[in-house]
């Protein structure tokens, strides 16, 4: 994800909360989207469910980024060691709470994460100690830590949240975000639009990428216009079911019943 957000590349992902099966992996990495969301912060309590979803992603070549509860070490390291790409940490109020999140993520010397190699998230690969600190070297620079913006706490200390070294992204929850702001669901709101408008801003000054959740590829343009860079793109809930009502509407439209 890191490599092709440095490329210039605007990346799509879809969330998979309902079918979680490795067809929906496989289809969703030969559609040609770019990662994927899972998220543990209500739809994957059981890590066993959650570990072979991430093995699934793995062998179909598809960055799954975990949106996990919490900060703590437990949750992080859990779902790093399963094999996410990366994590989005929800409702991110201060900038102690981003350097917490960075210093359970990464190794030393950028952070503490604890040393488990012979795990998934290594494809059981490494072995010899220089197999080991190559791996640690490099999943510091690919995993992707993500901070979601959803509240006014959060855009009060939005600067010093978007300057912690170490997290990569902003990540906006337009529900939340509205709902927090008393404008639920009007995100063509001035209001609304101003708080993008300064989530960009801050995460451009200091070298971070934004991302915004929608629920179709065409609502993604005026954001992208603006500056925000990795998009979820609906469920796979919502996908399926837009695409079943938009079946019986050609139904209906043929056969009137």
Not at 140 to 152: F, G, P, Y
Not at 193 to 199: E, Q, T, W
Request: hydrophobic letters at 45%; charged letters at 20%; one cysteine or more.
């Amino acid at each position: 994800m890191k490599e092709k957000l440095q490329n210039g590349k605007i990346l799509m992902g879809t969330m998979v909360m309902a079918f979680d099966s490795p067809d929906a992996m496989r289809m969703i990495a030969h559609a040609g989207l770019d990662w994927v969301f899972l998220d543990t912060e209500s739809v994957y309590p059981d890590p066993a469910r959650l570990g072979t979803m991430l093995g699934y992603a793995q062998m179909a070549g598809l960055p799954a980024v975990v949106r996990i509860p919490e900060i703590c070490k437990t949750e992080v390291g859990r779902v790093l060691d399963l094999g996410a790409a990366g994590i989005i940490c929800p409702d991110v109020r201060s900038a102690e709470e981003a350097r917490e999140l960075v210093r359970l993520s990464r190794y030393y010397p950028e952070g503490e994460r604890g040393v488990a190699l012979d795990r998934p998230h290594t494809q059981y690969r490494v072995s010899s100690v220089r197999d080991k600190l190559q791996y640690m070297e490099t999943a510091n620079r690919q995993i992707m830590l993500i901070c979601q913006i959803e509240s006014l706490p959060g855009l009060e200390q939005l600067d010093a949240i978007a300057a912690v070294s170490g997290i990569d992204g902003l990540l906006i929850g337009p529900n939340d975000l509205t709902q927090a702001m008393g404008i639920f669901g009007q995100t063509e709101h001035p209001d609304f639009l101003a708080a993008v408008r300064r989530i960009i801003r801050a995460a451009e000054a200091n070298g971070k990428y934004v991302g915004m959740s929608c629920g179709s590829a065409a609502a993604c343009v005026p954001w992208a216009d603006m500056g925000v860079r990795f998009f979820q793109v609906g469920t796979d809930a919502s996908l399926y079911a837009g695409a079943l009502r938009a079946m019986r509407q050609q139904w209906m439209e043929h056969f009137g019943t």
